[in-house]
């Protein structure tokens, strides 16, 4: 891992933070924010924290990822710049010239490309969070050889791609239902369907105001107009508990936080999507807990409903105990657990490992680069 200043990084939490002093996992400051913009996309905090991590609650054999101080040794490098929270910070309008934002980012490129491990690999085994869609904006083409940990790829198709990339869930906004141990959960979640946010949104997330014409007033639906808040969020969480099902429409991009958000409350989430990616997919299987339509299906008056209310109790009663099997895979804490989100997701990042060493290699011996 790089130890870059802490103004790339934890600074940006809290700007009293010596900039001279390394980050440490003594002085890493605690997450602060519990809603909003800046927990959503708080990846790059959680993975920068997973690898200060020195303690004995997760050995090292039972860790996807640990530091070495060689970095000649090393699988992979690091790069702790929360440029999500850069973004949620210092930019307020999209087209606002000369941010701190943009400053930062410059200085962070001129970092690695003055750096040995970056020239030596091209930047291929440079580990980089953008999980927010305008995180790193101005100059992440400049190192789009890197493994980038996103959310999705909805605004950066142009150099994303699985087979280099890593998908990373959002931290969800609800608190877990830790106690859902109810001896009938079916017929204690009295409402089928749930939806609470905001339904005016671009892109493929225009298919929620359609959405909203086609559910409103549906027996046993819940489709409403809300805005992130604290207070929200307990409410929804509320309603996500006595929901046998939440809907999972796109929002400005593919992914949103409400499907984790149904993952760590045990309602099945039903995903309206042509274009979503997953975390972890390669090892969870999601039509075993969750259900799809295409936004075509969903448009379609009355269908999407009849599919949901034609679902079994026992196949409902099957999802939800799946649910329950997989939500660990999806939080994030300090200390990191194992198969926790952190480890999970140096888990993908592990699995890119031997493709980028091929890369590395056709790259050193090719006359003509591919």
Known sequence: MYDLPPRFNVGLMNPSFPNNTPVTAENIPAWGWNDGLRKQHSVEYWMMASLLYAGDDVSDSGREAVRVSDPDSADVFFVPFFSSLS??????????????????????????????YWIRSGGRD??????????????????????????????????????????????????????DDREDPYESRPTLLFFRGRTK?????????????????????????AYASGEGFKASAEQMHSAKFCL?????????????????????????SDKIELPYENELDYKEFAIFFSVHEAEKPEYMVSELRSVSKEKWVKMW??????????????????????????????????????????NRRLKIPD
């Open 201 to 225: 949104r671009k892109d493929e997330g225009k298919v929620r105001a359609v959405l909203q014409k086609i559910l409103n007033g549906t027996k046993d639906v819940i489709y409403e107009e």
């Open 321 to 362: 105990l799946r649910l329950k099997s997989v939500s660990h895979h999806f939080e994030f804490q300090y200390p990191p657990k194992k198969d926790d989100a952190v480890d999970m997701i140096w888990r993908q990042v592990k699995q890119k490992v031997p493709v980028v060493e091929l890369a590395v290699h056709r």
């Open 248 to 272: 999972h429409p796109a929002g400005d991009t593919p992914s949103s936080c409400r499907l984790f958000d149904a993952i760590v409350s045990h309602c099945v989430p039903v995903i309206v």
């Open 126 to 179: 440079h580990v980089i969070p953008l999980h927010h869609p305008n995180a790193f904006r101005h100059h992440r083409g400049s190192v789009n050889s890197s493994i980038f940990i996103v959310a999705d790829f909805g605004r950066i198709m142009d150099i994303t791609k699985l087979a280099k990339d890593v998908v990373a869930p959002y931290p969800h906004m609800v608190e877990s239902y830790d106690n």
């Open 87 to 116: 973004f949620n910070i210092h930019v307020r309008h999209m087209a606002e010239p000369n941010t701190v934002d943009e400053q930062l980012q410059y200085e962070m490129v001129n970092i690695l490309r003055a750096s040995d």
